[in-house]
């Protein structure tokens, strides 16, 4: 049985995965989240081979239960979407510690061990479709975890996408710019000082069909939208310091 497998089904941009993956050679499409009473209603919303699954990616309990259900059910997977983030936009003095661990354990161990663990369930033209950021380009203030752990995820994904070659399973950072989702009102909440600012919002659609897209091109990076390849393109060729400090403006923080 083939299956695609979305992460943290309580977001946003999961939604935008489900058209374009009904669309792919698959049987079943699992999502996967902490949330069982949300699970249920996504359950009655998108009955057709959707497959909710309640767990817990930060527990090695909930990991070894789903390998567990991998191995009874003789799945191959043909994609996974780590879509599964943890964000608070704060400066780094306000920011409770627990909640900087949590964003460390959700955006990264969580993410490495899933990954870790699907790989064995894979086969050649299987996708990994990591979601990053454009926040992984360059440090950002007030952001400041948040930013360094998206560089991790885009940076692992990048080195995977080569280890996996031979495998011909492909990897693939998603680095969106603001998407128009309630994201930045969740990020933003309790925060004294934080960005404000979100100009050139894009479609989550679009980020997810250019996402699926550039993974089957093989791709290591995926971008949608002219802004977001425009500062991709600053970030390489100016200095930290000086891109800081115009964020810094254009938040006025």
């Known amino acids: 049985m083939r299956i695609a497998i979305i992460t943290w089904a309580s977001s946003w941009l999961w939604r935008a995965f489900i058209n374009p993956l009904y669309r792919a050679p698959v049987d079943q499409i699992w999502l996967l989240a902490r949330n069982k009473e949300r699970l249920k209603e996504l359950q009655e919303e998108y009955w057709d081979r959707i497959v909710p699954c309640a767990i817990d990616l930060?527990?090695?309990?909930?990991?070894?239960?789903?390998?567990?259900?991998?191995?009874?059910l003789w799945v191959e997977i043909a994609y996974l979407v780590n879509n599964a983030w943890f964000w608070l936009f704060w400066s780094n003095e306000t920011i409770p510690l627990?909640?900087?661990?949590?964003?460390?354990?959700?955006?990264?161990k969580a993410l490495v061990n899933l990954t870790t663990n699907c790989l064995p369930f894979m086969g050649k033209w299987s996708r990994i479709i990591n979601i990053a950021s454009l926040a992984s380009f360059q440090p950002v203030p007030y952001m400041?975890?948040?930013?360094?752990?998206?560089?991790?995820v885009k940076s692992y994904s990048r080195?995977?996408?080569?280890?996996?070659?031979?495998s011909y399973i492909t990897v693939t950072a998603v680095c969106p710019w603001w998407m128009d989702t309630n994201f930045m009102n969740v990020a933003n909440i309790w925060a004294k000082k934080s960005p404000k600012v979100y100009p050139h919002k894009a479609n989550p659609e679009f980020v997810a069909?250019?996402?699926?897209?550039?993974?089957d091109k093989w791709k290591d990076i995926s971008m949608y939208w002219w802004y977001s390849?425009?500062?991709?393109?600053?970030?390489?060729?100016?200095?930290?310091k000086l891109l800081m400090k115009i964020r810094i403006k254009q938040q006025d923080l």
């Open 58 to 72: 930060s527990k090695k309990e909930g990991i070894d239960a789903l390998v567990k259900k991998f191995k009874e």
């Open 98 to 108: 627990d909640k900087t661990l949590d964003m460390i354990d959700v955006n990264i």
């Open 144 to 152: 400041a975890a948040y930013a360094a752990t998206k560089s991790f």
């Open 159 to 166: 080195a995977l996408n080569v280890e996996l070659k031979d």
């Open 209 to 215: 069909e250019t996402a699926l897209r550039d993974a």
């Open 229 to 240: 390849k425009m500062i991709r393109f600053l970030s390489a060729i100016l200095p930290d």
